[in-house]
């Protein structure tokens, strides 16, 4: 089955007036690299880097792009970067329905259903939810109407009170991954869009310590190689590992912002409880 979202933007935009030179600073600043290094990396020298962000040297478009590169700039922001130097955007954005994506949108469609019976689905840069298979689709049984109407956002049925939150039998821990992946993609992106999604979730209440110690683990602790999520279903306990899979090189903003998510079962349980409900 699949679930496609209204696209929204994942930046507040770039200020006309603040030239290019000042964002590439920032972005250098933020990445922590020091002009000479950035210099080094572009093939040029310290001084060049020097008089771009200091307004006193216009960039080619070829440096914009070199630069945005080795500061591994998203490419919805490689685009600002070009129109604050006075160049075209380089790279389109096409509608997820646009029939140029009809391949890419049935190529993750196969490729979310062939996952089945474990879970897997397909977001956004807003963690809107662009497709999901049957697995997902069995964790949501239960979950109220108004957290399923479009579009569907992962973060905020993951963490919600009235969402999956009370089946995560190990909250705390699962709740401070995702925000932690949140505050990452926060750095990478500067989304303001994002970091409101962010405070909103994050707002929601947190699981207070269990007293009682069934916060969490099973009686027989299974070794685990990676932090599981620990969800409840039909009274069993299953146990998955979150992978999270992006397109290389990207050419597109709308390609370079979607992730494929597949949850890996963790436990010999899981997997034969899942096979079970599929046959």
Known sequence: MTILASGSPTSSGTPGDRGVGPLLRAWREQRRVSQLELALRADSSARHISFIETGRSRPSEDMVLRLAEHLDVPVRERNSLLLAAGYAPRYPETPLDDPALDALREGMERLIQGYEPYPALVVDAMYDVVAANRGILMLL???????????????????????????????????????????????????????????????YPAPEAAADGQDAQPAEPVPYFALPMQIEHEGRTLSFISSISTFNTPM????????????????????????????
């Open 141 to 203: 049984d239960g979950i109220p109407e108004s957290l399923l109407a479009p579009p569907l956002n992962a973060m905020r049925l993951t963490l919600h009170p009235q969402g999956l939150a009370p089946r995560i039998r190990n909250l705390r821990e699962w709740r401070g991954h995702l925000l932690a992946q949140m505050e990452r993609q926060i750095a990478l992106h500067r989304s303001e869009p994002l970091r409101a999604l962010y405070e909103e979730v994050a707002a």
């Open 252 to 279: 597109d903003v709308t390609v370079a912002e979607l992730a494929i998510e597949t949850l890996l079962p963790a436990d010999p349980a899981t997997v034969k409880y899942l096979h079970s409900l599929m046959s």
